[in-house]
Nanobody, 117 residues
Framework: QVQLVESGGGLVQAGGSLRLSCVASGRTSSRYTIAWFRQDPGKEREFVARITWSGRTTAYADSVKGRFSISRDNAKNTVYLQMNSLKPEDTAVYYC??????????WGQGTQVTVSS
């Protein structure tokens, strides 16, 4: 099992930036993918971005393309989500999740992102 711990959330004005971090500990493999999801109360959980552990493949939700960037640092076992040009509709609890072949069995505790208008 892999433990995931997110950090970096906070309050920011619209147009601002935040960088979220997800530190993974435990056994991973080259097939292990980490994704970011977000959920606002009363709404369904939404996929945001994902990256393979090799870093070769990334994917983004249409709503964040061109504004968010996912990356990883092998040496630190950390995946980052750089969020620029933030909008109030980006407000949510952001979770990182990990797994193989699209099965995200490992989840972090979440970090709150609030964007004020």
């Amino acid at each position: 099992q892999v433990q995931l711990v997110e950090s970096g959330g906070g309050l920011v004005q619209a147009g601002g930036s935040l960088r979220l971090s997800c530190v993974a500990s435990g056994r991973t493999s080259s097939r292990y993918t980490i994704a970011w999801f977000r959920q606002d109360p009363g709404k369904e959980r939404e996929f945001v971005a994902r990256i393979t552990w090799s870093g070769r493949t990334t994917a983004y939700a249409d709503s964040v393309k061109g504004r968010f960037s996912i990356s990883r640092d092998n040496a630190k076992n950390t995946v980052y989500l750089q969020m620029n040009s933030l909008k109030p509709e980006d407000t949510a609890v952001y979770y990182c999740a990990g797994g193989v072949f699209g099965n995200y069995n490992d989840w972090g505790q979440g970090t709150q992102v609030t964007v004020s208008s």
